[in-house]
T-cell receptor
Framework: KQEVTQIPAALSVPEGENLVLNCSFT??????LQWFRQDPGKGLTSLLL?????REQTSGRLNASLDKSSGRSTLYIAASQPGDSATYLC???????????FGSGTKLNVKP | KAGVTQTPRYLIKTRGQQVTLSCSPI?????VSWYQQTPGQGLQFLFE???????NKGNFPGRFSGRQFSNSRSEMNVSTLELGDSALYLC????????????????FGPGTRLTVL
């Protein structure tokens, strides 16, 4: 069974810092990996989808990388802002299954 | 394009009752998945529907069921509610997808917050 781990569980940084969130998964047989953010009490907002054949994806200040063979992904946030405060979740889709396994998330607090 | 919508947004029920939640996917999306989110277990997959057929099911008891209509709207039903069913129920839609094939991007709705007293 696929297990997804996110480290750290919580992170507090001053505004303007660059930061890295980590996601690891136990089975490298995946189709893709998707990063989401979740604001308190809300649904998930898609940030980036990386397909298994890709190494990275970029959107604005966000850059996500994928090392499928080692079972790792990182989400890089440049020049963090208070509005980035949220919980960040990664999810992987195993090959041959139409479902995602989620990590438990990293709760980010960016202080003004 | 309108996003994924879920109704109702909040529900309060008592133990033993049953509940039906609704999800309308993004127009053109035929795959709808349901997830349960709790503080202790995180996000757990319930089931996925495509073209009115359930293709995948998670490890939940038979009290949890769902269906999908010809317009891709989906409902999930929980019967004989238990306190532990209190959770945020999220649905997601995707534009793909062949059975056992990779998804395109998944988009989530705002969720239905179910409280069981």
């Amino acid at each position: 069974k696929q297990e997804v781990t996110q480290i750290p569980a919580a992170l507090s940084v001053p505004e303007g810092e660059n930061l890295v969130l980590n996601c690891s998964f136990t089975d490298s047989a995946i189709y893709n990996l998707q990063w989401f953010r979740q604001d308190p009490g809300k649904g998930l907002t898609s940030l980036l989808l990386i397909q298994s054949s890709q190494r990275e994806q970029t959107s604005g200040r966000l850059n996500a990388s994928l090392d499928k063979s080692s079972g790792r992904s990182t989400l890089y946030i440049a020049a963090s802002q208070p509005g980035d405060s949220a919980t960040y979740l990664c999810a992987v889709q195993p090959e041959n299954f139409n479902k995602f396994y989620f990590g438990s998330g990293t709760k980010l607090n960016v202080k003004p | 394009k309108a996003g994924v919508t879920q109704t109702p947004r909040y529900l309060i029920k008592t133990r033993g009752q049953q509940v039906t939640l609704s999800c309308s996917p993004i127009s053109g999306h035929r795959s709808v998945s349901w997830y349960q989110q709790t503080p202790g277990q995180g996000l757990q997959f319930l089931f996925e529907y495509f073209s009115e057929t359930q293709r995948n099911k998670g490890n939940f008891p038979g009290r949890f069921s769902g269906r999908q209509f010809s317009n891709s709207r989906s409902e999930m039903n929980v019967s004989t509610l238990e306190l532990g069913d209190s959770a945020l129920y999220l649905c997601a839609s995707s534009s793909h997808v062949a059975a056992g094939g990779p998804y395109n991007e998944q988009f989530f709705g705002p969720g239905t917050r179910l409280t069981v007293l």
